[in-house]
């Protein structure tokens, strides 16, 4: 089998800082692949108009296989404000390139996990009974429908006379009836039986591949009844199908409270698009932030990996990066253990897991301190410094 073709797409700030860093992991590691470069973010947007253009959707068709650095993503009229002079007023609009991805290639399978590495300054601790201090190991991993939910992207502001009349012969609407249809805004949440059974499917499956104990549905659908209400109604039935994993619901408030009371009682998740990106980023709070958050985009033909912090353009700026490169590289584990390549995956996550236990080399996240340029005379190690003390661990 010859080497495969990824495709690097690193965005925005960040993520031009760390994908590549993550490439010299898997190269130390003996992964052998072609890389080829995507355009995507927001330097395009103001250019052409489109900061997902056409080229790079091309690229994905042919090679099925990305990893994804970071997004900047703002309002669509400060978006709207930042084009080139020569395309303003064209009636160019703004849409998040990563939400765009995962729903022209039906990307509707993101996995989140959340896991606990030992001896990091930054794991959730407790006080338990008598006073005593708790680190509870956590072990979570989010499967977050992708495509449908709020993020459907189907709203309006000032929705057309037809779509107005249309949400008018709903009971509810009633109490809108004396708003002026210009002061409107509505954004649709929408969950079709297919996708929602997809989903829930392949959190069980992970669940009973891998020994997770539960599986939890967090949702709302004691008030979302019809789209919530649905994937209750899914993951009831498919539960019986696995009866050696125990099926759990709660709601999204409410688990935001329990995961700081008993998060080591949680396994497999699910979730829609927005509840699963609260939660996820939730529980990544607890194992040390975003900067150890890593994730998946999963579709039937094509796969993209990043981590799910954002671009903070800021930090791209500093002489010498500062950010911790966990996230990215354990999205590239993600994207080893996907095309089968599960010993280097493990023997990466290995030398993490190591680094982080020694305590030698520290990010200023794991340190708890301030962004800044001077971290790193303080003893904060840099972004590069922490890749090869991953690397010398290989």
């Keep these: 089998m010859g080497k495969r073709t990824i495709v690097l797409i690193p965005g925005d700030g960040i993520g031009k800082v760390v994908l590549p860093e993550a490439i010299r992991v898997l190269e130390a590691a003996g992964f052998e692949a072609d890389y080829i470069h995507g355009d995507i973010g927001w330097e395009f947007w103001r250019k052409e108009g489109n900061p997902l253009p056409d080229r790079t959707l091309r690229l994905l068709e042919e090679y099925k296989l990305a990893l994804f650095g970071a ?60 006073g005593v201090i708790e680190e509870p190991k956590i072990d979570v991993v989010i499967f977050r429908q992708n495509t449908e939910g709020l993020y459907s992207g189907v709203e309006w502001t000032n929705p057309s006379q037809q779509v107005y009349e249309a949400f008018m012969t709903h009971p509810k609407m009633k109490r809108y009836v004396s708003v002026p249809k210009e002061e409107l805004a509505i954004s649709s949440r929408i969950a079709t039986k297919k996708a929602s059974e997809r989903i829930i499917r392949t959190a069980f499956e992970h669940a009973k591949k891998y020994g997770y104990k539960s599986v939890t549905l967090c949702e709302k659908p004691n008030v979302i009844r019809e789209t919530s209400g649905m994937m209750l109604s899914i993951a009831k039935k498919m539960a019986e199908e696995y009866g050696g994993i125990t099926f759990k619901k709660t709601n999204i408030d409410a688990q935001m409270m329990w995961m700081t009371k008993n998060p ?117 190690a840099s972004t590069s410094q922490m890749t090869d003390a991953i690397i010398e661990h290989l």
Excluded: W
């Design 71 to 130: 997004i900047t993503s703002k309002p669509k009229d400060e978006a709207v404000k930042e084009l080139n002079p020569e395309l303003q007023g064209k009636g160019y609009v703004y849409y998040s390139p990563i939400v765009e991805l995962r729903q022209y290639f039906d990307l509707d399978i993101c996995i989140r996990p959340c896991k606990t590495f030992k001896g990091n300054p930054l794991n959730f601790i407790r006080r338990g009974r008598g």
């Design 264 to 380: 080591e009682d949680y396994g497999v998740f699910i979730s829609g698009n927005m509840f699963g990106d609260i939660l996820s980023d939730g529980f990544a709070g607890l194992v040390g932030g975003l900067g150890f958050a890593c994730s998946a985009n999963i579709g039937k033909d094509v796969a993209i990996f990043e981590p799910t912090h954002g671009s903070a353009p800021k930090y791209a700026e500093y002489r010498t990066s500062i950010v911790n490169p966990t996230a990215m590289i354990l999205s590239a584990c993600m994207m080893l253990d996907y095309i089968n390549e599960n010993g280097k995956a493990d023997r990466i996550r290995k030398a993490i897991a190591k680094v982080i236990e020694e305590g030698k080399v520290r990010t200023y996240d794991m340190l708890k301190m301030h962004g800044s340029p001077d971290v790193i005379n303080q003893g904060a």
